[in-house]
């Protein structure tokens, strides 16, 4: 996996494979995600140890 880094302003971020981003393209901007396959998110504060 792969972080991307999708906007610095904020505290949440975008993981996937290599190969998903060679084939889909990476997203430059969050409302380009819609237009990628999800699996599920959370938010970085409740994944937060």
Do not use: F, N
């Amino acid at each position: 996996m792969i972080a991307v880094p999708v906007s610095a302003k904020q505290r949440q971020i975008v993981v996937a494979a290599p190969a998903y981003l060679e084939a889909a393209g990476t997203p430059l901007h969050p409302r380009e995600l819609t237009q990628h396959r999800c699996i599920g998110w959370r938010s970085a504060v409740e994944a937060a140890p």
